[in-house]
């Protein structure tokens, strides 16, 4: 079955410093979402794409689909402490049902 | 603005027991779902329902698990005979158009707080 993977599992930055987490699909996806879950709270959408090559940004995030439809990141740049929690990747074949990553638990230390 | 709230936010249960998980999904959105998380570990999906039945499950929604809409707007999650590992968090998710749809943001799907549910 679909299998759905990110790295790195944990990331510690300091304040300022820029973030990135990557997620790969071990099948072809028809699009793909990315989450964000504060701690102790519940995933929050932050965003779907959809096409090849695709490059959105919402402020200071950054997030891409690539080429070949199996694989996405998410960059924040110049990371603050409201950016703390665990950033989930949901991928979807076509006709399936979203898959979750493991997630990347990002720290940022003041 | 308008969110999805699941009840209680804790059961606690005995081994054997059964479970009722209440949700209520944003009003004007049709397509409803159950997620569940492990502490410490990934969202997995365990249902999709839509017009008043379910239209995919994962291998984890066995036959000890059902879901039911019984007004215009509750959905439940039901849990027959609980086992420890069941101790999870359960989130329930609504969104406006269904995961078949690739439109941009149509299918974003909203989150409830989650019910965190512990089998002793």
């Known amino acids: 079955g679909q299998q759905v993977m990110q790295i790195p599992q944990y990331q510690h930055v300091q304040e300022g410093e820029d973030f990135t987490t990557y997620c790969n699909s071990s099948?072809?996806?028809?699009?793909i979402q990315w989450y964000k879950q504060r701690p102790g709270g519940h995933p929050v959408f932050l965003i779907q794409l959809v096409k090849s090559g695709e490059v959105k940004k919402q402020k200071r995030l950054t997030f891409q689909f690539g080429e070949a439809k199996k694989n996405s990141s998410l960059h924040i740049t110049a990371t603050q402490t409201t950016d703390v929690g665990t950033y989930f990747c949901?991928?979807?074949?076509?006709?399936?049902?979203?898959?979750f990553g493991p997630g990347t638990r990002l720290s940022v230390l003041p | 603005e308008p969110e999805v709230t699941q009840t209680p936010s804790h059961q606690v249960t005995q081994m054997g027991q059964e479970v009722i998980l209440r949700c209520v999904p944003i009003s004007n959105h049709l397509y409803f779902y159950w997620y569940r998380q492990i502490l410490g570990q990934k969202v997995e999906f365990l249902v999709s329902f839509y017009n008043n039945e379910i239209s995919e499950k994962s291998e984890i929604f066995d036959d000890q698990f059902s879901v039911e809409r019984p007004d215009g707007s509750n959905f439940t999650l039901k849990i027959r005979s609980t086992k420890l590992e069941d101790s999870a968090m359960y989130f329930c998710?609504?969104?406006?158009?269904?995961?078949?749809?690739?439109?941009?943001?149509?299918?974003?799907?909203?989150f409830g707080p989650g019910t965190r549910l512990t089998v002793l």
């Open positions: 949901a991928g979807r074949e076509y006709g399936q049902n979203f898959v």
């Open positions: 099948t072809t996806l028809s699009n």
């Open positions: 998710a609504s969104s406006a158009s269904g995961l078949a749809g690739s439109s941009d943001g149509y299918n974003e799907q909203f």
